[in-house]
């Protein structure tokens, strides 16, 4: 069956495709600014619905307890995603622009296969432990440490890696044995849509485990952070959302998971090669139109270098032209929205009224007069206390900063209200391994390594976040711990 035949999706609510009572809303090309087709669009009541199918699924199912049930699910979810994954990919390229040769890696083909992991690791995780007997108290004991799931979780995601994000937490949390509602962006529905029809058609997962509800309001979504149902909220964003929803679920004590921005720093030591690591640098800002959390956005290099240092970025960073995402050399395709890309350009204009300059790019691309373009942008001569230095811009901008030194870059990148991720190039392991540790941040790519695997655990720092995704912290975060002391003679 071809997914998205009709160019209408539907909610997934308690086993069935249903339509949204807010009636539909469209998605949108953001190479092209065609409207590709439309989704349902989820009221409360259908949110309302959609926590209650849950709720009863995982009070009245025995989905949270048999594991092989969940394995044989997860599986047949991936596989049915490799059957489909040339429409997937299309759907990828359409929906969220993102560019072809992404779609190999984190936006799509990494968290299908990352859904391995998921099953393995429900298959050969170890659910109790026996402590044995002992007499706390003087009373003989025998402990036992049962892990189980949290519960009902309502999953809230980004349009930027719509399906690594949607997958990040539906594998780890169903591989728990919880059941979800997972809303989406609303720049992205039929990402997170056509999952329900591939679950619906492919798979043993009962009706009311999944459910998804696609909205043009993000109210809508808000609900899951007050539903007292709601048991845990697994949110991805912007850290000013996520500050809402902690917000919205103090009330009930609702425990919340949360992957928010970054501000990452790449740090040049003086003994590096310069050229080639700012190169480095300029490329990964302008990849997905720099649309990713963990990108590093300053660029902090020796101060006695710092001109070379710009030209070498501005380099690399002229040569990648917005393009079509359809095309398979686009590295920096179009933002999602008009609104992002407006966004971006009052970030470029507070660089130049705060005395920086455009050492290439600086705006929309003259050959482009649709599709949401930003051209990929070097800024020079501002310092960390810049706003485009300081706040995260979510396109594909990068600001260079002069160090005085080691100590002096590690200030630098520590000095951010988030700490999510950050890279060190020095030729020197041990030097480059001595300010890697000294990061306050989740993950550190060291001269090139690779940190994004589904066997480590992703997250940041500060107000980048609480919590691990992927990796066995990352399916650990979806469940509890439960303790039985049984007297004993
Ligand atoms: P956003 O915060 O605007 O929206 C994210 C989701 O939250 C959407 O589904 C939206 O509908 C929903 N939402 C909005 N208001 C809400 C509320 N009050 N309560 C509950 N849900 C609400 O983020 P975005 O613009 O879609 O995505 C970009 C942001 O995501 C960036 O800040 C980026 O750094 C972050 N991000 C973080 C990670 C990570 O793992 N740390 C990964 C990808 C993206």
């Known amino acids: 069956m071809a997914l998205l035949g009709d160019r209408e999706s539907r909610l997934l609510i308690d086993g069935k495709l249903v339509s949204g009572g807010g009636g539909t809303f469209p998605t949108v090309n953001p190479a092209t600014e065609e409207v590709l087709g439309v989704a349902a669009d989820a009221d409360a009541a259908d949110m309302d619905g959609a ?6 699924a995982f009070d009245e199912t025995d989905w949270s307890t048999n594991v092989e049930l969940r394995v044989r699910s997860i599986r047949q979810l991936q596989q049915a995603m490799r059957d489909h994954l040339e429409e997937l990919r299309e759907l990828a390229i359409a929906e969220v622009g993102a560019p072809r040769m992404l779609t190999s890696m984190a936006q799509l083909e990494g968290p299908i296969e990352d859904l391995s992991f998921c099953a393995d690791t429900a298959e050969s995780y170890q659910w109790t432990t026996d402590l044995g007997i002992a007499a706390p108290m003087g009373i003989k004991t ?9 519960g009902v979780v309502g999953a809230i995601t ?7 994000i949607n997958l990040a937490k539906l594998g780890p949390a169903l591989a728990a044995g919880n059941t979800i509602v997972l809303k989406p962006a609303p720049d992205t529905p039929w990402s997170a849509a056509v999952l329900g029809q591939l679950i619906l058609d492919h798979t043993d997962i009962p009706a009311g485990v999944v459910n998804i509800v696609t909205s043009s309001d993000h109210a809508v979504g808000a609900l899951l952070s007050k539903d007292p149902r709601v048991d845990m909220v ?22 919340v998971f949360l992957e928010l921005g970054g501000k990452s720093a790449f ?14 640098s300029a490329f990964t800002a302008s990849m997905h139109a720099g649309q990713g959390c963990a990108i590093t956005t300053r660029l902090v290099v020796p101060r006695a270098r710092y001109d070379e240092a710009v030209e070498a970025a501005a380099g690399t960073m002229a040569g990648l032209k917005p393009g079509d995402p359809n ?15 407006d966004r971006i350009q009052g970030y470029l204009d507070s ?4 005395g920086g300059t455009f050492a290439c790019g600086g705006g929309r691309p003259a050959d482009r007069d649709t599709g949401f373009f930003v051209e990929p942008t070097v800024i020079a001569g501002l310092d960390n206390n810049a706003k485009v230095a300081r706040e995260e811009i979510f396109g594909p901008v990068l600001t260079v900063i002069a160090h005085d030194g080691d100590d002096d870059a590690v200030r630098i990148a520590n000095d951010s209200p988030f700490g999510l991720s950050g890279t060190v190039f020095s030729p020197d392991e041990e030097r480059a391994a001595g300010v890697a540790a000294r990061l306050r941040v989740g993950t550190v790519n060291v001269n090139g390594g690779v940190w994004y695997s589904a066997d480590m655990p992703f997250g940041g720092y500060k107000q ?19 303790v039985i002391a049984t007297a004993t003679n």
């Open 234 to 255: 697994s949110f991805t964003g912007s850290t000013n959302t996520g500050r809402a929803v902690m917000a919205d679920g103090a009330a009930t004590l609702t425990k």
């Open 51 to 56: 926590i209650g199918a849950a709720r009863k």
């Open 142 to 150: 025998h402990r036992t440490i049962a892990r189980e799931a949290v």
């Open 351 to 354: 660089a130049i009224a705060e």
């Open 327 to 341: 095309d398979g050399g686009t590295i920096c395709g179009p933002v999602i929205s008009a609104l992002q890309r």
């Open 464 to 482: 980048s976040g609480i919590g691990r995704e992927m990796g066995l912290a990352g399916f650990e975060e979806y469940l509890e711990t439960k």
């Open 267 to 280: 740090l040049v030591l003086d003994d590096a090669d310069l050229a080639g690591a700012c190169s480095m």
């Open 158 to 164: 980004p349009w930027n890696f719509p399906n690594q």
